[in-house]
């Protein structure tokens, strides 16, 4: 361990691994401070990793109990043997984790395992697992601590019966009814991979529709198909009151606008409220770093802090509260240190929800286009006329674009159905380089492919696709 660096990380998840390998790559002395012992932050170790393993196991369980019989796969005795699901969870965090590690020592980044505390400008005060102590000194200090899940009041977590996300991942047996408490993107995901091994979910939302930031139309087409997957919802409903008892939780709701109340019991009670920056014990209040009426910290377009070479990045910053947001202004800010010039547009930021069927968004929604008085016009290719959704039997949903009247700059797409966190893409560079609807419609896209219902929705916005 040096004591003088150029650039000091603290945090490990893709933000900080991903920014502190990049510096190294440009010629920077780096460490990367993180109090965990592996590496990932908690996209890898609780988060994005862990959870689409999850996604991926209880998605083919359902497939193979629900629909194989149907594409003539004859499968009898299945059962699920949640010891192994998780288990090859846990494999494939380990494994990236190991793979982060050996990046560091290929990039000759250190890692340095411990809590962070920043002393001043230029110094970091480590405690190590040990207790040991020690101080460094760096030209940049670089915040990458990401977020945490948002704890309500009245429903504290112990991980067992009231549980986060991370708890979510590692029950021991499926909850015969479970209860979500928020219907953005993490409780839908964690509630869909319970649900198809099982458990009877209802999710309570405090709003009267389902992940708010969503284009609405694609909402409310997203809503009506996890209710026939099972899911049960109360909208419009906040939780009251949660009491402990030796058969699980005891829950009282309320209807937002006043009612009556309705008694709710489950074994397990998962709380997905949103998430909050990771920024307490810091020494950021000594430091005079400031924060936004939301608690994020303010930066300027370089991802300065108010403090001279103190930066921030990721979830503890405004923007997307999204990894691949985080890597980028991650690449962006060293890039800066290091002398070079980089343009962050977090409008452009996918946005993907990886249930069945997947949710994708770039861009603004209708109802954002029409807060802001845009005129534009719509786009829409149903899956059910797509050939290779056909073939694979996976019709359900569409894709949709939203391109300015005038000029036909493409200004949103919002797609649901099969794979449409990896379709979102081709549309996310289009966007970046200012394309047109025309200019997806005039591009030759394979046969049989899903791209293709991209291509038939752009034509849609010109009033001319072929296939309805």
């Known amino acids: 361990m040096s004591d003088k660096y150029d650039l000091v990380v603290i945090g490990a998840g893709p933000g900080g691994y991903?920014?502190?390998?990049?510096?190294?790559?440009?010629?920077?002395?780096?460490?990367?401070?993180?109090?965990?012992?592996?590496?990932?932050?908690?996209?890898?170790?609780?988060?994005?990793?862990?959870?689409?393993?999850?996604?991926?196991?209880?998605?083919?369980?359902?497939?193979?109990?629900?629909?194989?019989?149907?594409?003539?796969?004859?499968?009898?005795?299945?059962?699920?043997?949640?010891?192994?699901?998780?288990?090859k969870k846990d494999s494939v965090v380990s494994e990236l984790t190991k793979g982060i590690e050996f990046l560091f020592k290929k990039n000759k980044v250190e890692w340095l395992s411990g809590e962070a505390f920043i002393r001043s400008n230029t110094e970091v005060e480590i405690t190590f697992n040990s207790g040991k102590k020690t101080r460094i000194v760096a030209d940049k200090i670089m915040i990458a601590v990401g977020s945490e899940p948002v704890c309500l009041p009245n429903l504290a977590f112990d991980e067992k019966q009231i549980v986060s996300s991370t708890g979510a991942l590692s029950l021991e047996r499926v909850p015969e009814r479970l209860v979500v408490v928020g219907a953005g993107y993490i409780g839908l995901e964690m509630g869909s991979v319970w649900s198809r091994l099982g458990s009877s979910v209802t999710v309570v939302e405090f709003l009267d529709n389902i992940v708010p930031n969503v284009d609405l139309e694609v909402a409310k087409h997203f809503h009506r198909n996890l209710q026939k997957q099972g899911l049960n919802f109360m909208l419009g409903t906040k939780v009251i009151q949660a009491d402990l008892n030796d058969k699980g939780v005891a829950l009282l709701a309320e209807s937002v606008n006043g009612g009556r109340q309705q008694k709710i019991d489950c074994d397990v009670l998962l709380v997905a409220v949103g998430r909050k920056p990771s920024t307490d014990n810091l020494g950021l209040e000594e430091l005079g770093v400031k924060r936004d009426k939301n608690g994020f910290l303010c930066v300027n377009d370089k991802l300065e802090t108010s403090v001279e070479n103190i930066l921030a990045i990721g979830d503890c910053i405004p923007g997307p509260m999204l990894a691949h947001k985080a890597e980028e202004d991650g690449v962006a800010a060293v890039e800066m240190i290091a002398g070079g010039s980089a343009h962050i547009d977090h409008n452009l930021v996918p946005s993907i929800i990886y249930t069945h069927p997947e949710v994708a968004s770039v861009g603004k929604t209708e109802e954002q286009l029409k807060s802001q008085n845009i005129d534009y016009n719509v786009g829409k290719f149903p899956f059910s006329a797509n050939s290779r959704a056909r073939a694979n039997d996976d019709t359900n949903g569409f894709v949709k674009i939203l391109a300015d009247s005038v000029s036909d700059q493409i200004l949103g797409v919002h797609i649901i159905g099969p794979e449409a966190g990896t379709l979102i893409h081709e549309c996310a560079t289009a966007m970046v380089y200012g394309a047109s609807a025309e200019d997806i419609a005039r591009t030759c896209h394979g046969h049989p492919t899903l791209n293709e219902a991209i291509k038939e929705a752009a034509l849609a916005v010109d009033g001319r696709p072929i296939h309805i």
């Open 18 to 87: 991903v920014a502190a390998i990049r510096a190294a790559q440009l010629g920077l002395h780096v460490a990367c401070i993180d109090k965990r012992d592996t590496l990932g932050g908690t996209c890898l170790n609780v988060g994005c990793i862990p959870s689409k393993a999850l996604l991926s196991a209880s998605g083919k369980y359902l497939e193979a109990s629900k629909k194989f019989a149907d594409i003539g796969i004859e499968v009898s005795e299945l059962q699920v043997n949640l010891t192994q699901m998780l288990s």
